[in-house]
Each structure stands twice: as C-alpha cells, then as structure tokens.
C-alpha cells in the first residue's frame, strides 16, 4: 500500500534563517506531488505541484521555493524564512490531478 | 475558474444531533468531488467521495450525494459523537488534469 512521510512534525526557526521541509512517497511511482499551507483558522493554499521529477509548478509567489530531486521525494525550501511563513504544512499525493489526494500528517512551522 | 463554497462555521452541535455541512461548487465539465476530514494537529483524510451525477459516497456514517441540479454535495450524519468534532473540506477534481480544489473547511464542535 502507498503511504506518505512528511518531517519534521514541528519547527521552530529564527527569522531569516532558511528552511527544508522533505516528503517521500512509498508504494507508488511517478506520482503527482503537492505542498499546501494552512494559516491558522484558514483553509488551504496550494503552493506547489510536481507532475514529475524536475518539474515544479507555483502557485503562488513568495520566498518558498519546491524540487523534486527523486520521483517520490518532494522538498520545501527556503533562503530566508519571514514570520508569516508560520503555518501548518501538508504534502500530498496522487495518482494524477483528477483524482483525490492523500496527505501526510503535516508540520507545524513557527517562526519567531 | 472552478470552485467551491462550504459553510464556514465553526458548527456546534450536542452528541446524537444531525448534522449538514453544506457544499456547492461551480466547475464546467463533470468534476468529481470529495469531503475529507482534518482531526486536530493532524493531515486531512478523504472521508468519502462521489465520481458522477447521483452517486452517493458513504463512510463511517456520513453521506453526501453528488446533486449536479443543485450543483451541490451536502455531508450529512444523522446522529454525531464527540469524535467527529474536527474541521471538513470540501472539494473536487475538475478533470482537466488541474490540483484539487477546496472550500475552506468547516470547523465542527460536538459536545457532550
């Protein structure tokens, strides 16, 4: 069976110091990879795809930035974290964009 | 571009009460469309989903019935627990190959 590893579950980083969120998928090949963030009390916001390995699509501009190095491996990174890059962070896959997703079970990113 | 509307809340409700989270959405084409469920601190789960017109997806006691008429997929259970309390979004697939697309989530609180 497919599962989804995501970490760490919880973070706590220094303004302007630079991130790394990892995700791996097992049991699955080429799947479609996606990271979302969750502001507190709000929904969710897709800030990156990938339909295969070196393929970053972004959703939304900012000082984040995804790569896909392996198929199955998803990274989130950053240069310089802001305080409003706190938030609760999912990634997700699925077998393409016209199915349904299946997450992992998130991290909690705060900045201070 | 594709949509989708769910009450925002937070719902309360008393254990053993119904419960309807309302959702309509508004996409071209024949999307299917899902209810997936985030229990607290955690990543969501897809509670259950329907794939075309009148189908009824089901699980752990809830319901939603795809209304194409109504453009709508309302989540139903006919009695709560204290363990359903979580947030639950709404979605769908649009089927032209784009990422899910999710209402908001609706916060809800059963209490003893």
């Known amino acids: 069976s497919q599962t989804i590893h995501q970490w760490p579950a919880t973070l706590v980083q220094p303004v302007g110091s630079p991130l790394s969120l990892e995700c791996t998928v097992e049991?699955?090949?080429?799947?479609?990879l996606y990271w979302y963030r969750q502001a507190a009390g709000r929904g969710l916001q897709l800030l990156f795809y990938?339909?295969?390995?070196?393929?970053i699509s972004s959703e939304v501009p900012q000082n984040l930035s995804a790569s896909r190095p392996q198929d199955r491996q998803f990274i989130l990174s950053s240069k310089k974290l802001l305080l409003s890059d706190s938030g609760f962070y999912l990634c997700?896959?699925?077998?393409?964009?016209?199915?349904?997703?299946?997450f992992g079970q998130g991290t909690r990113l705060t900045v201070v | 571009g594709d949509s989708v509307t769910q009450m925002e809340g937070p719902v309360t409700l008393s254990e053993e009460a119904f419960l309807t989270i309302n959702c309509t959405y508004t996409?071209?084409?024949?999307?299917?469309l899902f209810w997936y469920v985030q229990y607290p601190g955690e990543g969501l789960q897809l509670l259950l989903k329907?794939?075309?017109?009148?189908d009824k997806g089901s699980n752990k006691g809830f319901e939603a019935t795809y209304r194409k008429e109504t453009t709508s997929f309302h989540l139903e259970k006919g009695s709560v627990q204290v363990s359903d309390s979580a947030v639950y979004f709404c979605?769908?697939?649009?089927?032209?190959?784009?990422?899910?697309?999710f209402g908001k989530g609706t916060r809800l609180s059963v209490i003893a």
């Open positions: 990938s339909v295969g390995i070196g393929q």
């Open positions: 329907a794939t075309k017109a009148d």
């Open positions: 049991g699955t090949s080429n799947p479609n």
């Open positions: 996409a071209t084409g024949y999307p299917s």
């Open positions: 979605a769908l697939s649009s089927g032209r190959n784009t990422p899910l697309v």
């Open positions: 997700a896959w699925s077998v393409d964009k016209n199915t349904e997703a299946f």
